[in-house]
């Protein structure tokens, strides 16, 4: 089992930076490609940004330019960098991980999910 625990959410004002990060722990697979969702109330969940095992990279529109992916394969950690923060962008954010060399932007292709953490925008 894998064990994904997100953190570094919160309230933040309109164009404000947070950074979120998900820590991997217990039966941690290789290779493996990690993703940031997102869920806001009654929307579907989403795909913010997703990394590879070899570190290539997808943004969602929405946030290209304003969050950055990262991950260090040595501490098993995935960081999602948000500047820019704006309304929209409140939701309840997921950490998820999937088996396998290339990321994937669908949800239901992840097998561990974590808890989330909830990040606010306040205007």
């Known amino acids: 089992q894998v064990h994904l625990v997100e953190s570094g959410g919160g309230l933040v004002q309109a164009g404000g930076s947070l950074r979120l990060s998900c820590a991997a722990s217990?039966?941690?697979?290789?290779?493996?490609?990690m993703g940031w969702f997102r869920q806001a109330p009654d929307k579907e969940r989403e795909c913010v940004a997703a990394?590879?095992?070899?570190?290539?990279?997808y943004h969602a529109d929405s946030v290209k330019g304003r969050f950055t992916i990262s991950r260090d394969h040595a501490e098993n950690t995935v960081l999602l960098q948000m500047n820019s923060l704006k309304h929209e962008d409140k939701a309840v954010y997921y950490c998820e991980a999937r088996a396998g060399v290339a990321y994937s932007r669908r949800p239901n292709d992840f097998d561990y999910w974590g808890q989330g953490t909830q990040v606010t925008v306040s205007s």
């Open positions: 217990g039966r941690t697979f290789s290779p493996y490609a």
């Open positions: 990394i590879s095992w070899v570190g290539a990279t």
